[in-house]
């Protein structure tokens, strides 16, 4: 059996909805985890230039280091480990995981990867969200 809804709600909802919403409204920036990943100065740079800012190569880099998988997960203000127990059991599964694109593959069995394209097929019906690490 794959969980897909979460304590935040169903994933398909979330990636969807802003999806969707991203459309009609310019002041939305979409960002892939998969885009950070392969080159986090590029997307930091996209980031900034949405926002209208102009930042230093220092800050740049500061801003490259700390938002890297691994340091976010070390980072209380980022890996949710300032919450009450309550919401999640880190004993069970921590918030961030391990950050690795395409790791599902090293888990899911031949059968549930079918059960899982099959549910992702009837939820995920707009051809223009992609994501490269299911391709
Ligand atoms: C979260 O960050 C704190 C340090 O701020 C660290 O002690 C803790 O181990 C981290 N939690 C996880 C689940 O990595």
Known sequence: MIMLAVVFGSWYDHVNGWWQKKKTYSNLHYMFF?????????????L???LGLSVSPEIEQHITG???????KENKMTNYSTLSGAVMDFKTSPFMRKGKVGDWKNHFTVAQNEKFDE???QKMKDPSLQFRSLL
């Open 34 to 46: 998969e885009d950070l990943v392969e080159n986090t100065e590029l997307e930091i740079n996209k």
């Open 48 to 50: 900034c230039s949405f």
């Open 66 to 72: 700390q938002v890297q998988f691994d340091n976010m």
């Open 119 to 121: 549910d992702y097929k």
